[in-house]
């Protein structure tokens, strides 16, 4: 008997108050909608003891090893299979939908499904805010810097109100009316600027300058833009949901001029000239990743500015739809091995 899980989780865009729900902002306020597809994660099992073969569609590497192992060639991933390892031996593909380092939280996507699958494997039952914050916990243990958001809209799903006391996180769920969510779904349009998101040394700046002196001005600013999406998204305000989306680009532009990058920039013009009413840089921002945008309501402007984005060289638009769903696995049982 061969056992075989699939699991997913959404990926995140538009995530106001980015930044905040870090250890330095020691608490936050995040607004972000969860959107698929995301990650995919398929665990095979069978049925006696052995190693764990780990496939990875983003580089094409197949290899096996011992759960528990010293980290290797993808440390994130042998530390959540370490963390919920299989009984049996096991072969695991993990990919994602979205380009790696798009800046849309597809790395924690992809550990928070993988967990998912490890979890149905063992027969452990994880709430989504446990499994977020073992996401979050694998990530850490390998001293790596992270934030929480992307591990609770993975898990969670939906449009998110993220109360963050690092790195204890409250999920509010929004009360948001369907045709507005209908809206959204319509009028977010998420570009990728064309390679991985890659801007460490900004970054290492940016935590370095916030953790050694007071971070609060910079950091009240962008929990207020998440407060302001927050309530726009609940009243079925779209523009005042646009205006915080530019004001959260515009707080981070603050934080470090670096952190909207020139291909960025040239995306918010054009979409400005095609009446745009948002924009914001996903993630952390800096050199590559994505941008989304909120598009003009009328369906004609819409167009133009798709059609307008489709003669830019280099980047893509993504095709993504805010989900409700969260992580999600399902198990099928097979008589062949």
Not at 96 to 119: D, I, K, R
Not at 127 to 148: C, K, M, N, R, Y
Not at 219 to 246: K, N, P
Request: proline share 5%.
């Amino acid at each position: 008997m061969v056992t075989t899980i699939t699991a997913t989780a959404p990926v995140r865009v538009a995530d106001i108050g980015g930044w905040t729900d870090t250890w330095f902002a020691g608490s936050g306020r995040v607004c972000s909608v969860a959107v698929s597809p995301g990650a995919r994660v398929e665990l095979r099992l069978g049925r006696g003891a052995g190693p764990v073969t780990l496939e990875v569609g983003s580089t094409g590497d197949r290899y096996s090893f011992a759960a528990g192992d010293r980290p290797g060639r993808h440390p994130l991933l042998e530390a959540a299979i370490a963390a919920v390892p299989p009984r049996v031996e096991a072969t695991i593909s993990v990919g994602a939908f979205v380009p790696p380092g798009s800046g849309l939280g597809t790395s924690a996507a992809v550990v928070v499904a993988l967990l998912a699958a490890l979890a149905a494997g063992s027969d452990i039952r994880l709430s989504p805010d446990d499994l977020a914050a073992l996401a979050h916990g694998v990530e850490t243990g390998l001293g790596w810097q992270s934030g929480v958001q992307d591990q609770w809209a993975a898990a969670w799903g939906g449009i998110n109100d993220l109360a963050v006391d690092y790195p204890s996180v409250t999920r509010r769920s929004l009360a948001i009316d369907r045709d507005v969510v209908a809206e959204l779904g319509r009028r977010l349009i998420t570009v990728y600027l064309g390679r991985p998101h890659s801007s460490s040394t900004i970054h290492d700046e940016v935590i370095t300058r916030l953790a050694t002196s007071d971070p609060g001005p910079a950091m009240t600013r962008l929990r207020d833009a998440a407060a302001d999406g927050i309530g726009a998204l609940a009243m079925g305000d779209l523009g005042r949901y646009g205006e915080a989306l530019i004001d959260h680009h515009e707080a981070v532009r603050s934080l470090h001029p670096g952190l909207i990058s020139k291909s960025t920039e040239a995306v918010v013009i054009l979409a400005k000239g095609c009446g745009a009413q948002g924009w914001k840089a996903n993630g952390a921002g800096g050199d590559g990743g994505s941008v989304t945008l909120l598009g003009p309501a009328y369906p004609l402007a819409l167009d133009t500015l798709r059609q307008a984005l489709g003669t830019m060289s280099g980047v893509t638009v993504l095709d993504l739809l805010p989900t409700m769903r969260g992580a999600t696995a399902s198990v099928e049982e097979s008589g062949a091995r």
